[in-house]
């Protein structure tokens, strides 16, 4: 049996192929049985380009439906997908064309599948074993080389599996996709467990508060980044009335505030379900469908996946083993060598601790840990102290390079307030290494496309503030 990823979603479509695949604004549809014949013409076109099992083939567009049809029939061929974010500078576009070196770049979705709209669709999907490529994810890294996170169709299946499985997905689910499509989260998470559901989309192209209220009337589950509940919860729609028809929201990219996790519950009843993933192993943790879903914990790994701390203390660098981890990054071998264990676990990079129920709490990247005057300073433990000050929306704190201490604690403020009465009502909380010597209040603190505050972008702009 082949184990291409197409196969097994293609075989989860409803039988009833007239059934939505996609419902759009405005009230239009693409049912299954259209999109399943638009895969097959795109696939055509694919082959008939000179694209052969284990290219790489680009795209860089907006999102679209076209967009996941080109996904799905990059698939079919056996080819390797490769999603660029459509932000990305000519500059940055060509470091990945030269690394990837795809068979074939695509820019203008809806005008390569034009071409092929008179194509007979191909019926058959490439034979692909479980440890083929399926896809390259380059790491949104800010600093160094962004780095290419190779998925095979196994790891995906496994994953898209498990998901499908933990958060209870079957045929009767709406889910509202308002998620970019360059990132796993939008790409595989959402795409893989509404195919596998065979059940509809509410599909918006971009995050917009009233139509993804409006969307919430006919959906049953929605998955989204922190910043997609901060600003439903800056909507007056927001209601439970509004939300009376979801069962399921899921969070996750960045770490949801405890206090929009409250507030979420307040104002819609619903308690959000965390979770945690990142680009080398899609899923990794999830709060639990049935349960306790607890407010700052990111929860138990999946099924499958080993997950252990590293460095002999309580709390240190998450270290993962499991179906859906990457198989390494492009082309980097002493990379990917140096992110593995000798026992096989990925070094995830990403600190935490787990509880004794076994719940994990994420406590930030090792990077981002702060060494002043020789003392540890886990971020964290300063940012949920900051958020719940009067003034503070959300906080980023960082290290920044200090002439006596090596680095000096800065606070990175979202809202408005007085430094000094902040430092001191954090002064009286916390040990004096890990006080803020400085705060600096923004409006809004630098967000990437998934809502991650960009503390590399704030140590370089503050560089010079201890100089
Ligand atoms: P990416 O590869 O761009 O998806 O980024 C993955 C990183 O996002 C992880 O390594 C974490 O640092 C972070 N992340 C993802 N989900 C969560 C979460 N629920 N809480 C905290 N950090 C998260």
Redesign the pocket.
């Known amino acids: 049996m082949s184990d291409n990823l197409y196969d097994l979603l293609a075989l989860r479509f409803p039988t009833d192929r007239s059934r939505p695949c996609f419902q759009l604004p405005g009230g239009a549809a693409i049912a299954y049985g259209d999109f399943e014949t638009r895969i097959g013409r795109a696939a055509a076109a694919l082959r008939s380009a000179g694209v052969q099992p284990g290219d790489r083939v680009a795209l860089q567009v907006e999102k679209s439906v076209e967009a996941v049809v080109i996904y799905l029939a990059v698939l079919k061929v056996g080819a390797v997908f490769l999603p660029l974010n459509a932000a990305y500078t000519e500059a940055e576009v060509n470091y990945f064309l030269k690394d990837a070196e795809p068979a074939l770049f695509l820019r203008d979705a809806q005008a390569f599948l034009a071409g092929a709209a008179e194509l007979p669709p191909d019926l058959q999907a490439e034979r692909r074993a479980a440890g083929d490529l399926a896809a390259i994810i380059y790491?949104?890294g800010t600093t160094g080389r962004s780095k290419g996170a190779m998925l095979t169709h196994g790891a995906l299946a496994a994953n898209a599996l498990a998901l499908h499985e933990a958060w209870g997905f079957t045929p009767d689910d709406v889910l509202l996709h308002a998620l970019p499509i360059f990132?796993?989260?939008g790409l595989f998470v959402a795409l893989h467990c509404a195919f596998l559901s065979g059940c509809p989309m509410v599909w918006l192209n971009r995050f917009d508060e009233a139509a993804v209220l409006e969307g919430l009337s006919s959906a049953t589950v929605m998955m989204g980044v922190p910043t997609f509940y901060t600003r439903l919860l800056a909507h007056p729609g927001l209601t439970r009335e509004a939300t009376a028809h979801m069962r399921l929201f899921i969070?996750?990219?960045?770490?949801?505030l405890e206090s929009a996790f409250e507030a979420f519950e307040a104002r819609a009843g619903h308690r959000i379900l965390?979770?945690?993933?990142?680009?080398?192993a899609v899923i990794i943790t999830t709060n639990p469908l049935e349960g306790e879903r607890k407010p700052g914990s990111?929860g138990f790994p999946l099924p499958g996946v080993d997950l252990r701390i590293g460095g002999g203390e309580e709390t240190g660098v998450i270290e993962i083993r499991g179906p859906s981890v990457f198989s390494g990054y492009w082309r980097m071998p002493e990379k990917t060598a140096e992110e593995f264990t000798a026992d096989g676990f990925f070094i995830?990079?990403?600190v935490g601790r787990l509880d004794g129920d076994g719940r994990l709490w994420?406590s930030g990247?090792a990077k981002d840990l702060i060494i002043s005057g020789g003392y540890n300073v886990y971020p964290k433990e300063v940012e949920l102290l900051l958020d719940e000050q009067p003034g503070v929306r959300e906080s980023a704190v960082i290290g920044i390079p200090h002439p006596d201490f090596g680095e000096g604690v800065v606070a990175v403020v979202e809202g408005q307030g007085n430094e000094a009465t902040l430092i001191a009502a954090l002064r009286s909380r916390l040990a004096g290494y890990k006080t803020p010597k400085r705060v600096i209040f923004l409006d809004a603190l630098p967000r990437n496309a998934?809502g991650?505050i960009q503390k590399a972008l704030l140590r370089q702009t503050y560089a010079d503030l201890f100089r």
């Not at 965390?274 to 080398?280: A, D, F, L, V, W």
């Open positions: 790491t949104s990132h796993v989260h969070s996750g990219s960045a770490p949801l965390e979770r945690y993933g990142m680009s080398e990111v995830t990079g990403d994420i990247r998934m991650k």
